[in-house]
């Protein structure tokens, strides 16, 4: 893979001496470097081989809940303060907004100040999720923007109330509170970690569907590693890539802003609406109202015979021999299932196809289209 290496800027350069100056070890890879697709990335710098571990971070560099909860001035604030701070994202995101606010005084500034703004769907226009031609991941784009609102109301509330004058609205601002909050959604570890943590350089690496793995304190050290797993490794000159998880489409788009052409955990997730249903729409309420379908969907578990029969109309009369009744069910099946085809096709006349998005493309449009 042909990668470019970019002309680093001087935080970018203060980060990586930041990183080595504090135990954090990467000696097979170079960051940051453009990549054949444009996005910024790391490559290897020698061959990487299964189950080595490529990156290198201790405990001191990470920014967790452990250590927000430990914080000389925000420790006494969560801990009063329960039923606000109850879940990771506000407690990490008033430690990261106090960390803005404190700039270079802060020890994680040469960190977050190479963070680029996590954009998501939340923040595309109207014209943009039209273009995504999927109304339920514009509807959970709008509740995740809302929440955000809602939260830094709830925090910046009490915080006012309780502690006047110590987190003034005009430093803790709602710009700072959404880059804080989305940036923990798009960027944190924590499956295999004790508490949510937000893992420098190690969220540096770009996405793909490959085997990747990480741990912490295997030898009692306090160190994160990322190493690749199964099958996965990388040689001298590609792209090395972290897996962020098995990840369809509809969650990449809502948690980073982006999509993969050929993503083998991708779905769709089909809706039967009463309007669809027509005479059935009575028999709604016994069967499934979001059919998903992926790559390793088959009929039998898209539509059992029990879906199927639910949608038959009419049933089988129980006067009829045992053949005619057979015969009679296998009908109102066959029917069901065309019934079913032809919604499946409505939906996919609603999508763009191929050409139509290549055309979209050769106009002038947003960057992230």
């Known amino acids: 893979m042909a990668t470019y290496l970019i002309l680093m800027t001087i935080a970018e350069q203060r980060f990586l001496q930041w990183l080595r100056d504090n135990g954090a070890t990467f000696p097979k890879l170079q960051w940051p470097t453009t990549t054949p697709n ?33 914080d000389p001035q925000l420790q006494c604030v969560y801990r009063d303060n329960r039923d606000v701070f109850t879940r990771d994202d506000p407690v990490l995101t008033l430690f990261i907004m106090r960390e803005l606010v404190l700039g270079e005084r802060s020890f994680f500034h040469p960190y977050l100040s190479i963070l680029p703004y996590p954009e998501s769907v939340q923040d595309w226009n109207v014209d943009e999720l039209r273009e995504l031609h999927d109304d339920r991941l514009v509807a959970a784009a709008a509740r ?65 569907n490959v085997a990747t793995k990480y741990d912490f304190d295997v030898d009692e050290n306090g160190m994160f590693r990322l190493y690749p797993s199964s099958s996965t490794c990388f040689a001298k000159g590609e792209e090395v890539f972290n897996s962020y998880g098995r990840r369809a489409n509809f969650q990449l788009l809502l948690d980073y802003g982006f999509a993969l052409p050929d993503n083998e955990w991708d779905y769709v997730d089909v809706e039967i609406s009463k309007d669809r249903a027509g005479p059935r729409g009575k028999k709604l309420r016994f ?25 038959a109309d009419p049933l089988p009369d129980e006067k009829q021999s045992e053949v005619a009744a057979a015969m009679s069910e296998l009908l109102a099946l066959c029917d069901a299932l065309e019934w079913l085809r032809e919604i499946l096709v409505e939906t996919i006349a609603e999508w763009g196809t191929e050409k139509e998005d290549k055309q979209l493309l050769q106009q002038e449009v947003a960057d992230r289209l």
């Not at 290897?44 to 250590?67: F, K, N, Q, W, Y």
């Not at 069967?287 to 949608?311: G, H, N, T």
């Open 38 to 70: 444009g996005l910024r990335g790391a490559v290897a710098l020698e061959d990487i081989a299964t189950d080595e571990p490529m990156i290198c971070v201790p405990r001191s560099l990470l920014i967790s809940e452990h250590l927000c909860w430990q």
């Open 287 to 311: 069967m499934k109202r979001v059919i998903r379908i992926d790559r390793q969907s088959s009929l039998d578990e898209l539509f059992p015979p029990s879906f199927l029969a639910a949608l």
């Open 144 to 208: 995740r923007s809302s929440e955000i609102n809602v939260y830094y109301d709830r925090v910046m509330t009490r915080l006012q109330q309780k502690y006047p004058g110590e987190f003034p609205e005009t430093l803790y601002t709602l710009d700072k509170f959404r880059f804080a909050w989305k940036t923990i959604q798009a960027r944190t570890f924590g499956r295999r970690l004790p508490w949510t943590a937000l893992v420098p350089f190690a969220d540096c690496l770009n996405h793909s």
